[in-house]
């Protein structure tokens, strides 16, 4: 099993619409959890960071971690087509980041 | 303010030839990270170092890869006898320390033929 599990996608959704994107992780020890955005043979570039459970507000993306579940979420308000990239979720185990397959997601006009 | 740089940005390379990639860091993170990615995969960890210190290796860095940070600033990571399955991208990134941001360069991408 692997550590961080992601669905791959593809998703593709309309201008305006709100996307959900999940991950789940093995590890209960797991605290620090992240969501990279990654456009086309580009560097990953860290969109949000929380610690622990609850949600994290910033602009149109909303973060959420149920740790109890080992479930955490990454939710897009009023998408626009700049927002079509992969997206990677990561766990920070010891100082190194362990990521998900990515979900690779299109927004269309 | 410049991000973490990668060089070069694409290396087409013969099977059994060895590549060398360069990444320089943002100025003042002591730490540095490489990580390969895949199509299709997420970055998977290599190599990591606290200043001059490499302090974690993964079983992914066979014998072939060796990744040096001499002064502590830029890093290399070296490949030798590169197999097809080295075609990768490779992406060096870099961080104040625990708990802090780790920001990721443009990455290197290797084609072996």
């Known amino acids: 099993q692997k550590e961080v599990e992601q669905d791959p996608g593809p998703l593709s959704v309309p201008e305006g619409a709100i996307v959900s994107l999940n991950c789940t992780y093995s590890?209960?020890?797991?605290?620090?959890f992240m969501w990279y955005r990654q456009y086309s043979r580009k560097g990953p570039e860290l969109l949000m960071y929380?610690?622990?459970?609850g949600n994290k507000e910033d602009g149109r993306f909303t973060a959420q971690v149920d740790k109890s579940s080992k479930y955490i979420s990454l939710f897009i308000r009023d998408s626009q087509p700049s927002d079509s990239a992969t997206y990677l979720c990561?766990?920070?185990?010891?100082?190194?980041?362990?990521f998900g397959t990515g979900t690779r997601l299109q927004v269309f006009p | 303010d410049t991000g973490v740089s990668q060089d070069p940005r694409h290396k087409i390379t013969k099977r059994g030839q060895n590549v060398t990639f360069r990444c320089d860091p943002i100025?003042?993170?002591?730490?540095l990270y490489w990580y390969r990615q895949t199509l299709g995969q997420g970055p998977e960890f290599l190599t990591y170092?606290?200043?001059?210190?490499?302090?974690?290796k993964s079983r992914l860095l066979s014998d072939r890869f060796s990744a040096e940070r001499p002064k502590g600033s830029f890093s290399t990571l070296e490949i030798q006898r590169t197999e097809q399955g080295d075609s990768a991208m490779y992406l060096c990134?870099?961080?104040?320390?625990?708990?802090?941001?780790?920001?990721f360069g443009e990455g290197s991408w290797l084609t072996v033929v």
């Open positions: 990561a766990t920070d185990n010891t100082d190194k980041l362990i």
């Open positions: 990134a870099s961080s104040l320390g625990t708990g802090n941001t780790i920001y």
């Open positions: 100025s003042e993170h002591n730490r």
């Open positions: 170092f606290q200043n001059e210190a490499q302090l974690e």
């Open positions: 929380t610690y622990s459970s």
């Open positions: 590890n209960s020890a797991f605290q620090y």
